[in-house]
C-alpha cells in the first residue's frame, strides 16, 4: 500500500501570500509567532482596562459612602432630633425585667414549630 506525503499541495501563488508564509514560520516557531503576541495582548489588555475598572469602582463609592453621625441620624427626613445622654435616660427608665414572651401568628399551612 502507498503511503501519501503529508505535505499538502500548495500553487506558486498561494505559497507567496502573508498568511503561507507565517503559517509556514508558525510551524517552525509556534511560541514566538503565536504564545508570545497572546500574553502580550493580554497583559497591555490588563493595562489599558485598569482605568475603566477604577473609574467603576469610584462611582460605587460615590454612591456607598460614609456618612457622617449627623447624616446617620437626620436619614428619616421627619425623624425627631437625637440627643445620645436623653436617649440613654429614656431607655434606662424602662422596666426591663416585667415582661412576658408572645408568640407571632403564623401564616396559614407554616410550620409553627409546636410539637
Known sequence: ????????????????????????????????????????????????????TAIRYEKHDRRVRRLSKEEELGIGKAGRRVDMKEEYYRLAAKDLDDWEQKRVKRLPGEHDGVV
Request: aromatic share 16%; hydrophobic share 50%; proline share 8%.
Open 1 to 52: 500500500m502507498a503511503v501519501f506525503p503529508n505535505k499538502k499541495f500548495r500553487s506558486t501563488a498561494e505559497a507567496n501570500t502573508i498568511a503561507s508564509r507565517y503559517r509556514a514560520q508558525l510551524a517552525k516557531h509556534p511560541f514566538l509567532l503565536f504564545g508570545l503576541p497572546f500574553i502580550a495582548t493580554m497583559v497591555a489588555g490588563s493595562f489599558f482596562l485598569t482605568p475603566a
